[in-house]
Each structure stands twice: as structure tokens, then as C-alpha cells.
């Protein structure tokens, strides 16, 4: 059984920074591509980051470009992401994703992706 459970949401000042992780269990996620996603009270599930499998490649969504960092430690069957200069616009529910298959690329669709982990919230004051 496949668990992503992610932790470091919090509540931080606008300017701020946070470290969320993911950790994986049931599986080794070295083979696969892996994302995070973010959900903003009434709206829909945003794409954040995506790393490849060997995390030679990421790929970010505009609105958190060179502010975030999304990198991985396949050792530790760990996803992380890095977030500098928060602000209010960041607060969200923050999510880490997993396909099943491996060594593919889902891209920035939630519909890509198999495994989800529970959700870690991030609270931007201004």
C-alpha cells in the first residue's frame, strides 16, 4: 500500500520561508516522476513543481518561479520543496503526487497522477 504522507506547513510571516517534505511508503519512487500540487480555499487544485525521477529535471508553475525549489533524496524515498518569499497568495492546502507507472512524465494535470498524500497546510500572514 502506497502512503505519501507530507509535513513543514505552518504558519509564516509574508517574506518568509518553509521546507515541506513528502515521505513515501509501500513503494521506492526512484522510477518515478514526482509533483506538488496546492488547493486554495474555493479553488481548484493548482499545479506547483515537477521533478523527474532522477531529479536532473523540474519544471515550475509560473506564479511560484524562483521562489520555490522542488528536489528529491531517492535514498530516503523523500520529496521537498523549498519555499522562499512566501506570501499570502501562497497560503494552501499543499500536496505531494506520485504516478503509478514509472519513468513517465504526467505533466500538470491532477488526472496524471495516482497517489496523493493527505496534505499539509501553509499559512501566509501578511
Known amino acids: 500500500q502506497v502512503q505519501l504522507v507530507e509535513s513543514g506547513g505552518g504558519l509564516v510571516q509574508a517574506g518568509g520561508s518553509l521546507r515541506l517534505s513528502c515521505a513515501a511508503s509501500g513503494r521506492t519512487i526512484g522510477a518515478n516522476t514526482m509533483s506538488w500540487f496546492r488547493q486554495a480555499p474555493g479553488k481548484e487544485r493548482e499545479f506547483i513543481a515537477t521533478?523527474?525521477?532522477?531529479?536532473?529535471?523540474?519544471a515550475y508553475a509560473d506564479s511560484v518561479k524562483g521562489r520555490f525549489t522542488i528536489f528529491r533524496d531517492n535514498a530516503k524515498n523523500t520529496l521537498y520543496l523549498q519555499m522562499n518569499s512566501l506570501t499570502p497568495e501562497d497560503t494552501a492546502v499543499y500536496y505531494c503526487?506520485?504516478?503509478?507507472?514509472?519513468?513517465?512524465?504526467?505533466?500538470?494535470?491532477?488526472?496524471?497522477?495516482?497517489?496523493w498524500g493527505q496534505g499539509t497546510h501553509v499559512t501566509v500572514s501578511s
Open positions: 521533478i523527474k525521477w532522477g531529479g536532473d529535471s523540474t
Open positions: 503526487a506520485l504516478p503509478r507507472r514509472q519513468f513517465i512524465i504526467p505533466g500538470p494535470s491532477p488526472g496524471g497522477y495516482d497517489y
